[in-house]
């Protein structure tokens, strides 16, 4: 689940989920909400693929923004039009990937809004009741 | 009692004390008017502020110009200069968009003559330059024009027949940083970039027709070539999506190099490097790369202009004089000498979302150019004015030769969004004889004339702490929005 969050220049969203690769999976949905302004959930009757993408890094932090940059790279220059996630796998502070599904080459072209990248302002995964993060999207 | 106190100093300036944040390691200075001070605590900005100063190596202050606002890491307004020995240089404080920046074209067109044409030019303009999510241009660059362009920036676009050589001169730093690495350039990165040459983008970039409504310097004016009633073309733009890559890449590896440092960051944002480091000079290196990538970007363009005003005018640019005014650069960190405690030192000057301000008699001033000061542009949003400015050498003496960028926003874009829904933007612009042709709709809500400062307020500032001076006021009349 997330919601978005006032930001001056830019695009902020909260996340939350009940585990940590839950945290990855909604996160990467919220972004696919954002780059097709909702529209990713409702279509149907189209041929989807899925596409893999993954990252490394020292904590989760760094794994989270390398994720979701990965998932902008392959929608905005590869062009893939991402509709649903379909797994995570999270080796906490280590790699993460991520199967996607959507429509290959020049699905991307119907993406509503562009971000650029994903930032580190102020990012910080915390884990109380649920996992929550907050993360600010360039734009 | 603000959580982050202001001490007024001087008319427009303002101090924001060492002791507002454990770690700051010099104070903060605020560049603004009274007017402007509630807005700017109640934003929290000055907290990015003291962050900043909390940044191994800086010197003097963390300043901030008066278009501030809340960024990531560095404010937007930004300006802090590091030693190079003992500083740092951060990625963040440069921002994604290297070199985004601002290019004026100017013309030998009367308002007079051609307001009823604006539509038309207008539309002509939104046709022949690519912009909006994803745009992609028809020049589709070779892995060689690519190590070209980084290496060389704006020579390449005038060798590649698109700009005409007396255009470098009217460049800042002639549109080339040398000191780059193409091969510190990665493959995604290129990738990226394979088709953005001469590519607006989208969000805030824009290309304006303007008028010249009031002069306010004659002598600098008449040295920029600039006049009542002309018509003048206005880019903003950066180094697309090759700019975001490095800074991308980089930030990454510098969350590393900050845990082998042990520097303590406020904000992770501000992730840096020694710039003595592998890590820092290869930053540097390749963010030269991008903002020689982002000169030939908006060079590119103002081929594409003057293609356009020609073909519209059937008469060759040359005849139109379509020749440029200057090219200023917004986002950067670049290494200069400036005097600290009355001894000449090198720096590396960071400016994100701040313009260099040479005051008169810089040998880095074009020699036309050079007895009135470099030429900054200042931006405002689409339905007010815009403003020529010119360097002062006071501004040396108070903000390393730096000055504001633009107007600065206001509000959030959900907010634009939120204060406009239902209003029909376009007409409204139409209205006060703005001509507005954008790709997407939403980025027309967020980007109102309500979201922004007036840029007035923001030059008031400037001029009046001394670091600019006035020189024209320009009001849109055609506006290109991706």
Redesign the interface.
Known sequence: MYR?V??????AIGVEADSLEGLFQESLAALIDLLT?GEAANVSGEELETFMIEAD???N??LL??LL?ELL?AS??L?WGPRKIVSVNLVPNARVSAIISGLPDGG??R????I????????KITHFDLWRVSI?F?? | MPEFPLEKIAPFRWRLAESALQGMRVPGEIFASDEMIPRIIADKTPQQVAGVATLPGIVRASFAMPDIHWGYGFPIGGVAAFDLDKGVVSPGGVGYDINCGVTLIRSNLQVKEIFNQIPKLTDALFDHIPCGVGSEGKIKLSQRDQDEILSRGAEWVVKAGYADHSDLDRMEDHGRLDDNDPSLVSARTRQRAERQLGTLGSGNHFIEIQKVVDIYDEQAAQAFGLWKGQILVMIHSGSRGLGHQICEETLKIMQGVVRREGIDLPDRQLACAPIRSTEGENYLKAMRCAANFAWANRLTMVGLVRQTFASFYKKPWQSLDMNLVYDVCHNIAQIESHTVEGKKRQLCVHRKGATRALGPGDPRIPDAYRSVGQPILIPGDMGRASYVLAGTNKAEELTFSSSCHGAGRLLSRHAAINATRGEDIVKQLAAQGVFLRAKEKGTIHEEVPQAYKDAKDVTDVVVGAGVSKLVARMKPLGVVKG
């Open positions: 978005t006032a930001h001056q220049a830019d695009i302004n890094g020292f904590d932090e760094v923004v390398g940059s790279f905005q220059t062009k991307g072209e993406l509503c809004r562009e650029k990248a994903v930032t580190y302002h102020y990012l600010v360039d734009v």
